[in-house]
């Protein structure tokens, strides 16, 4: 069983930045894939960044593509999303969660273990 937990949400003026943390404990494995997503009210949740455990590789939806940089800190068992330039369209509840293996994927469905997730909130 892993845990999750997501923090660092909150309401933020459109142009400003956050920083959302996912720290993980619980029986945790060396390869794996951390995927941060996000929901907006009346949508499905959508795929916005991943970072593999081994290599540290990214992968970016379009949208945050430029704005948005995925981290991690193995020995923190913590992975870390950086949003700057925000906009109205980025506000939304932020989960992560994380698949066992090494292929990255943008469909919730592929992913094994998810965070309660953090509100963010852009103002115009």
């Known amino acids: 069983q892993v845990q999750l937990v997501e923090s660092g949400g909150g309401l933020v003026q459109a142009g400003g930045s956050l920083r959302l943390s996912c720290a993980a404990s619980?029986?945790?494995?060396?390869?794996?894939?951390m995927g941060w997503f996000r929901q907006a009210p009346g949508n499905e949740r959508d795929f916005v960044a991943a970072?593999?455990?081994?290599?540290?590789?990214?992968y970016y939806a379009d949208s945050v593509k430029g704005r948005f940089t995925v981290s991690r800190d193995n020995a923190k068992n913590t992975v870390y999303l950086q949003m700057n330039s925000l906009k109205p369209e980025d506000t939304a509840v932020y989960y992560c969660?994380?698949?066992?293996?090494?292929?990255?994927?943008?469909?919730?469905?592929?992913?094994?273990?998810w965070g309660q997730g953090t509100r963010v909130t852009v103002s115009s």
């Open positions: 970072i593999t455990s081994s290599y540290g590789n990214t």
């Open positions: 969660a994380v698949r066992y293996g090494s292929s990255v994927y943008a469909h919730p469905n592929e992913y094994d273990y």
């Open positions: 619980g029986r945790t494995y060396s390869g794996y894939v």
